[in-house]
């Protein structure tokens, strides 16, 4: 079955650190990627996608994520994290086979301390 | 983009009972999706629609559920004899697609289920 696996189920960094948040999944074809983003009492809000062409691609807020297909992974970076990068990140896929339904990983809660 | 609009925001009742939920994609947007999301994990897919076909729906989604889309606007999804494991949150997005493309989806606020 495909499925999306996020390992670090928990993340607390001190602002200025260095992020990066692992995403692997399983699905041997093309595939659609995201990453989506939940603060505190909002709604799930999309960070950035990849769909084809350069395999790293730049999101909003600095965050950039690298797809590298041979590792089935699409791990999410940012050099520098903020105080208000504090929220909950999902990796979700997007078969490319005639279905439009995201599949998501479990989610990371990131907390920054100030 | 006044964003997907979900109603209400909060449910609790008791075992047993129907519930309706409603969502309002955003208004260009043909694609709209229903998830379900409990404590700890992702989002499941449960259904989605492309205009106001019913084109997939996930085992997930038992004989006691049931969604419409029926002019291809809003949609409702309805639960049926509420059970304890019911207890969700319930999540619409909407995206814009064409023959092959497969555009973000945009999420709306949920609705929170409560059984008692």
């Known amino acids: 079955a495909q499925s999306v696996s996020q390992h670090n189920h928990h993340v607390i960094l001190s602002e200025a650190a260095s992020l990066e948040l692992g995403c692997n999944y399983s699905?041997?074809?093309?595939?659609?990627l995201f990453w989506y983003v939940q603060y505190p009492g909002q709604h799930l809000q999309l960070l950035l996608k990849y769909f084809s062409g350069d395999p790293l691609v730049k999101g909003i807020k600095g965050f950039e994520a690298e797809f590298i297909k041979s590792k089935f992974s699409f791990n999410l970076r940012k050099p520098s994290v903020q105080w208000s990068d504090t929220a909950e990140y999902f990796c979700?896929?997007?078969?490319?086979?005639?279905?439009?339904?995201?599949?998501f990983g479990t989610g990371t809660r990131l907390k920054v301390l100030a | 983009d006044t964003g997907v609009s979900q109603d209400p925001r909060h449910k609790i009742t008791k075992r047993g009972q129907n519930v309706t939920f409603r969502c309002d994609p955003i208004?260009?947007?043909?694609?709209l999706y229903w998830y379900r999301q409990t404590l700890g994990q992702g989002p499941e897919f449960l259904t989605y629609?492309?205009?106001?076909?019913?084109?997939?729906k996930s085992r997930l989604l038992s004989d006691r559920f049931s969604a419409e889309r029926p002019k291809g606007s809003f949609s409702t999804l309805e639960i049926q004899r509420t059970e304890q494991g019911d207890s969700a949150m319930y999540l619409c997005?909407?995206?814009?697609?064409?023959?092959?493309?497969?555009?973000?989806?945009?999420f709306g606020d949920g609705t929170r289920l409560s059984i008692l």
């Open positions: 629609f492309q205009n106001e076909a019913q084109l997939e």
């Open positions: 997005a909407s995206s814009l697609g064409g023959q092959g493309r497969n555009q973000p989806q945009h």
């Open positions: 208004s260009e947007h043909n694609r």
């Open positions: 979700a896929v997007s078969p490319y086979s005639g279905t439009y339904k995201y599949i």
């Open positions: 699905y041997g074809g093309t595939v659609n």
